[in-house]
């Protein structure tokens, strides 16, 4: 089988002897007519008004669109939605796009184009968020957990909001999309670094949004800025649009939710021996700080001490250069996360959540990472797939072995759904 490997694809050839399984969820089909469902979706939306009967001739709309790091199918869900806006009058020269950097990188122009499609780009302003450029910040003040928060004054002044992007299961949000476009998306660093910081409480995780401090900040933060119309994207394996959700920020997100935990957790009946795990190719393996998130999902998987092969290409290396700094300290788990509680520092909680990972079993890379800096954040550097499997295989006698075509999208659960 192939599997998907930054912009190519590497053949996986498992000897018959090998019981080997591929986990997927269960990737529904692509919606048939996406930009119908788009029209559909905004004209019929959850908990809230018809996004026409929303909007004024004369305001301004601010479209919050996702950066590089995420598929999301915005250049098809875009067209649609510019033109639902002009048909209520909104004139194109006030409608812009602010991409959701959050804490990453600016986007490149072809970049921006290459997201919203040719089309759009030429018709609409486009802008970065910088969340290091305070002086383009709105101060709201502090959440109840003490998060400043601190949005993007150009989102912020606009008369109108929209936030897109796809939904996906997250590490310790508990899932993309909804409120994360508002805040992390456009939010300043000092926003996103205390709400990063609530990760290190045991309620942060993957699947859960009741009672998870990171998302409940996250959502109160949004509030206080404004928050706005929801337009989310779920995508199936293939990266196609399978669900379109709009409306109400809360509830039209949760829906969205639903979708993703029927479509994307799977029940295992016992972990494996051997975990073989694509991120799903680019964008997900853009680098290391995003490829993170393939292994947090597929690691459960895996038997305590067992195995696992992540193909993650990280063109763009490591990702961030705290994460890198706080790695190279090479601490144990526990004082990673005392120092992180004693000073929270955003790339420092990536290399505590990956080092807490990798306790549990032999975690082998392949990538473009350097050999040494794959060993100084704890993985066994591969510079080949087939190396990967001499080394795993070798002396082992029939081990059970999954393999994850999108480890990105993919959360598997061991155990009976019924209990």
Avoid at 295 to 324: H, Q, V, W, Y
Wanted: proline share 6%; aromatic share 6%.
């Amino acid at each position: 089988m192939l599997l998907k490997y930054g912009t190519t694809e590497l053949a996986l050839d498992l000897p018959e002897t090998i019981p080997a399984k591929v986990i997927s969820g269960s990737s529904p089909r692509a919606l048939a007519d996406p930009p119908g469902s788009v029209k559909k979706a905004l004209q019929q939306p959850v908990a809230a008004p018809p996004l026409p009967e929303t909007v004024t001739p004369g305001e301004t709309v601010c479209i919050l669109v996702n950066d590089a790091t995420r598929a999301a199918c915005s250049e098809i869900f875009l067209p649609p939605l510019i033109e639902t806006l002009e048909s209520a009058g909104i004139n194109k020269k006030d409608i812009f796009i602010v991409f959701t950097n959050g804490s990453h990188r600016m986007l490149t122009k072809s970049e921006m184009v290459d997201l919203v499609g040719a089309e759009v780009a030429s018709a609409v302003a486009m802008y970065n968020h910088d969340c290091r450029d305070m002086s383009n910040h709105i101060d709201y003040g502090l959440t109840s957990r003490g998060t400043p928060v601190y949005v993007n004054k150009m989102v912020a002044q606009a008369d109108r909001r929209i936030l897109t992007g796809s939904v996906v299961h997250h590490f310790f949000a508990g899932f993309g999309g909804g409120r994360k476009a508002l805040v992390p998306g456009v939010a300043g660093w000092d926003t996103i670094q205390k709400n990063h910081s609530l990760l290190l409480d045991e309620r942060a995780h993957s699947g859960r949004l009741e009672g998870n401090p990171v998302h409940e900040d996250l959502l109160e933060a949004s509030f206080m800025a404004g928050g706005g119309f929801l337009l989310n994207t779920v995508l199936n394996e293939q990266n196609e649009i399978c669900g379109v959700f709009a409306g109400d920020m809360v509830k039209a997100h949760l829906e969205a939710c639903r979708l993703v935990d029927e479509t994307n957790g799977v029940y295992l009946v016992n972990p494996a021996d051997v975990v073989i795990a694509s991120c799903g190719g680019h964008p997900k393996d853009i680098n290391l700080y995003q490829a993170h998130k393939a292994l947090d999902n597929t690691i459960r998987a895996m038997k305590p001490d067992g195995s696992l092969i992540l193909l993650a290409k990280c063109p763009e290396g490591i990702g961030s250069e705290n994460f890198e700094k706080w790695a190279a300290k090479q601490l144990p788990v526990r004082e990673l996360e005392a120092n992180l509680k004693a000073q929270f520092e955003l790339g420092g909680h990536k290399a505590y959540t990956v080092a807490k990972l990798l306790q549990k079993g032999k975690v082998y890379l392949l990538s473009d990472l350097p050999a040494d800096k794959a060993k100084l954040i704890g993985f066994i550097p591969v510079s080949t797939l087939d190396e990967a499997l001499s080394l795993v295989y070798q002396g082992e006698k029939s081990p059970l072995t999954y393999i994850f075509p999108r480890g990105d999208r993919c959360l598997p659960v061991i155990g009976d759904p019924s209990e």
